[in-house]
């Protein structure tokens, strides 16, 4: 059970066709098609409510879809579940281990249910623990873990049985950022150890740590999907923030960028509320381009960073050029770092 | 090109996944450690298993006995209410279960349970033999007060056995009237709720408590018909001597038409539930 990575090299773990499935009148999957080849990760990144957990659930044999298919390492959800079952690990928003039982208890009985002999089941329970740094806790009820620790437990229990697919939905939402590191941190390791990983998330941040490609869902619906760095380009990368030493420098600043003409540089735009100035980004030669620029013309800065762009900006990046493609009306959003920046923009060039 | 073709399936498993008997009753186990284990660790959880009888077979022998079967003649109702309420107590403790099972499916490891590759059943037969190790428990307690309060047993050591036996396999039938309800309602107090409202009205419209002669007509022909009264009267027969096969008889075939109906209608809403 432990050779996951010899058959890597082309065919794809998950493949999902026309996926439906409806609760009442909401359409929590409508129509979706995916696939994670064999060894990679797919993020699926979306708002709350766009279908990201019902693709889960209904990927993990938890719900039956109304109308599609879908298969997992070769065995379809509907008619072959049980063989299913024996390859997947999930782990969820909300940690699926009980509260009462200790983490060694917990991951002992995972074991024992996966049928390993009571010695292996003994020993995979330890070697997990040492693995995700909890054998200090390994005697306390896991309802008196910290977030983080749940977390942990979870995706240990996840993987007692070397699942080669594993699917995460939101593994870090609501932990903090030290603890979210540990968590992506471990997840790179299961996937240097050859697993095919289904992560959902709401934060584009972990979708660029994490991810191989990524596939954007918005009301049940796929509608952007392509390797990380294809949609980065889209939206617009990241967002560059200067802060000048003088406020009174935005405008300045925000013009001399503006009429740079440095490569792929967009538009500069004024955040008066914060005095920042805003700048929409793809590369790190374009940062040090603009940072090399404004030293020329002796601009004083006084603080320098560099965002991802949010989920909403991602949205509004894919969605508006979807709405802009087949020549309507809207021109305005146009541009694919797109945004409110635009009207601003123009403020500043008039 | 599946990695799933790489492993041999283990021990107990066939290729199409199906799960052999061994292979069952070890998911079981596992699972009745579980459940074991959790009221290790939350004792207050046995308090109604342990308590019940103490108070029930207290309160009902001193505050009814002398009513019942006259002042100074409590010792007498000691025989009557004690074989009765060890058809309550296999009532009460089902009933728990109910809003345990709702309690459970709160958690996200029952989600856990259902993509592991294990009969979705073993999780409620799990539950079912550990809550039957409870009502054991209560029996042998409210035994054991039943005695120290004068119960005499005018038959043998091997019908009380019968009587305690009856008495456990009717409350496991009950257990899964509760496992479907507890997986139906949307909050365990609801469930509670329910419970207490199905519970009232069988346990003391029933013979558990008083001979039903002194009740008028159409109540009377409603204890008749309570399967507890059947219970109850099964089982003081089987203390106390007297006719014992007819309502044992009617007792075993409640017993099997609650599991044969209830049971797999349980076991699918398990099954299916996406809570």
Do not use: C
Not at chain 2, 167 to 191: D, E, N, P
Request: hydrophobic residues 45%; proline residues 4%.
């Amino acid at each position: 059970m432990t050779s996951i990575k010899q058959t890597s090299g082309g065919g794809n773990a998950v493949e999902v066709r026309g996926l439906v499935k409806h609760y009442g009148p909401t359409k929590a999957l409508d129509g979706v098609d995916l696939d994670v080849r064999q060894g990679t990760v797919l993020g699926v990144l979306g708002p709350n409510g766009a279908g990201k957990t019902t693709l889960v659930r209904v990927l993990s044999t938890l719900i039956r879809p109304d109308a599609g298919s879908a298969r997992v390492a070769g065995y379809d959800v509907l008619t072959q579940p049980r063989q299913l079952r024996r390859v997947i690990g999930l782990t969820g928003q909300y940690a699926s281990v009980d509260e009462k039982l200790s983490g060694r208890e917990n991951l002992y009985m995972i074991g024992r249910l996966l049928d390993l002999s009571r010695k292996d089941a003994k020993g995979r329970a330890d070697e997990m623990l040492e693995r995700f740094s909890l054998t200090d806790a390994a005697k306390r009820p896991a309802g008196q873990y910290s977030g983080g620790m749940r977390r942990r437990l979870d995706l240990a229990a996840s993987m007692i049985g070397r699942p080669s697919v594993l699917y995460l939905d939101e593994p870090t939402t609501g932990l903090d950022p030290r603890t979210r590191n540990e968590v992506w941190e471990e997840v790179q390791r299961m996937v240097a150890d050859g697993a095919t990983v289904l992560l959902t998330t709401q934060y584009m941040e972990e979708a660029e740590q994490l991810a191989d490609e990524l596939t954007v869902f918005d009301r049940g619906r796929v509608i952007a999907e392509g390797r990380v760095e294809e949609l980065k380009a889209k939206v617009g990368g990241r967002t560059l923030q200067i802060r000048p030493a003088a406020r009174g420098d935005l405008r300045a600043m925000a013009d001399t960028l503006s009429r740079s003409g440095l490569d792929g540089v967009g538009g500069a735009v004024v955040d008066e509320a914060e005095g920042l100035v805003n700048v929409a980004i793809i590369s790190d030669e374009q940062l040090t381009a603009i940072v090399g620029l404004l030293g020329e013309r002796s601009f004083r800065i006084a603080g320098i960073s560099t965002h991802l762009p949010s989920l909403d900006e991602v949205f509004l990046a894919i969605t508006g050029q979807k709405a802009s493609a087949p020549a309507d009306d809207d021109t305005a959003s146009g541009t694919p770092s797109g945004s409110a920046s635009d009207e601003t923009l123009e403020e500043v060039a008039a | 090109m599946s990695a799933a073709t790489i492993s041999a399936p283990p021990a107990g498993r066939s290729a199409e996944g199906r799960i052999g008997l061994r292979a069952n009753l070890r998911h079981i186990g596992a699972l009745v450690r579980r459940n074991a284990l959790q009221i290790k660790q939350d004792p207050e959880s046995m308090f109604d298993a342990l308590l019940m009888p103490v108070i029930f077979t207290l309160l009902f022998v001193y505050v009814f006995g002398g009513a019942i079967s006259g002042k100074g003649n409590q010792h007498e109702y000691v025989n009557y209410v004690v074989p009765g309420l060890m058809a309550m107590m296999g009532m009460n403790i089902a009933q728990a279960v109910g809003s345990g099972i709702n309690d459970d499916f709160k958690k996200g490891v029952m989600d856990r349970f259902r993509t592991m590759p294990i009969a979705r059943s073993s999780v409620l037969i799990a539950k079912i033999v550990v809550e039957i190790g409870r009502m054991l428990l209560a029996t042998s307690i409210l035994l054991g007060m039943g005695f120290a309060l004068g119960l005499t047993i005018h038959t043998s050591v091997l019908h009380l056995l019968a009587a305690v036996l009856l008495a456990l396999v009717f409350g496991a039938s009950l257990m899964w009237i509760f496992i479907l309800l507890g997986l139906t309602m949307k909050t365990a107090q609801a469930v509670q709720g329910i419970g207490m409202l199905v519970l009232m009205p069988l346990q003391f419209g029933s013979s558990i408590f008083a001979p039903t002669s002194t009740m008028p007509g159409w109540l009377e022909a409603f204890t008749k018909a309570n399967p507890l009264s059947n219970l109850a009267d099964a089982s003081r027969a089987l203390i106390n001597g007297g006719a014992v096969a007819h309502s044992v008889w009617i007792t075993l075939a409640w017993t099997v038409g609650i599991t044969a109906v209830t049971a797999p209608l349980a076991v699918a809403k398990f099954r299916n539930k996406s809570a």
